[in-house]
């Protein structure tokens, strides 16, 4: 070949590397869209309630329930914090047993305090008791519309709850049901 055509023959390779490139970064972030790991040891969901609230997620989400954690509120937040699969992706603890929740996102997912927040206050306010399915859906529902762009109503003015450049996190010990 001559050097005209190996130059061509290599702007043409580059250019090509580059679309198939773009093509597969658009599909790999629309492919993790709707990923969702349900581990549900505590057995106090619905799995499938969950499931197709979670699937409305633009970011994957692993969520882990429960009975048998045997350490403090910090340890259950490392343990949550570490079922993280990626800067895109979130998580979500429940410790049925000692009432701990937490829920974290890598450091790509666009969500504040304040809306990490929301999010416990509607797990919160829908547990009625030990109604961890209709929590739990409220709470990603809330995340969920956080990161469609719309403030949920209960999270106007709050300033409490965590955000940082890293990780993304709010995670409160819920009170003892009676």
């Known amino acids: 070949m001559g050097t005209l055509a190996w130059r061509w023959h290599t702007i043409t390779m580059l250019l090509s590397l580059s679309i198939v490139l773009f093509l597969f970064a658009g599909i790999g972030k629309a492919a993790l869209a709707g990923i969702v790991t349900i581990n549900?040891?505590?057995n106090v969901l619905d799995v499938n309630k969950v499931r197709a609230e979670a699937e409305k997620l633009p970011n994957p989400i692993v969520?882990?329930?429960?009975?048998?954690?045997?350490?403090?509120?910090?340890?259950f937040?490392?343990?949550?914090?570490?079922?993280?699969?990626?800067?895109?992706?979130?998580?979500?603890?429940?410790?049925?047993?000692?009432?701990?929740?937490?829920?974290?996102g890598g450091k790509n997912v666009?969500?504040?305090?304040?809306?990490?927040?929301?999010?416990?206050?509607?797990?919160k306010n829908n547990i009625h008791g030990n109604d961890y399915t209709g929590a739990t859906v409220a709470a990603i529902s809330s995340i969920r519309n956080a990161l469609n762009g719309r403030r949920d109503a209960a999270a106007i003015g709050q300033t409490?709850?965590?955000?940082?450049?890293?990780?993304?996190?709010?995670?409160?010990?819920?009170?003892?049901?009676?």
């Open 160 to 178: 409490h709850g965590k955000s940082d450049t890293f990780v993304s996190e709010l995670s409160h010990h819920l009170p003892r049901l009676t």
């Open 110 to 123: 666009k969500v504040t305090g304040e809306q990490w927040n929301s999010a416990y206050r509607a797990f």
């Open 77 to 104: 937040k490392r343990l949550v914090i570490n079922l993280i699969a990626g800067d895109n992706a979130m998580s979500l603890g429940i410790d049925a047993k000692n009432r701990y929740f937490y829920i974290t």
């Open 63 to 75: 969520i882990y329930t429960t009975r048998t954690f045997t350490g403090s509120n910090d340890a």
């Open 40 to 42: 549900d040891l505590a």
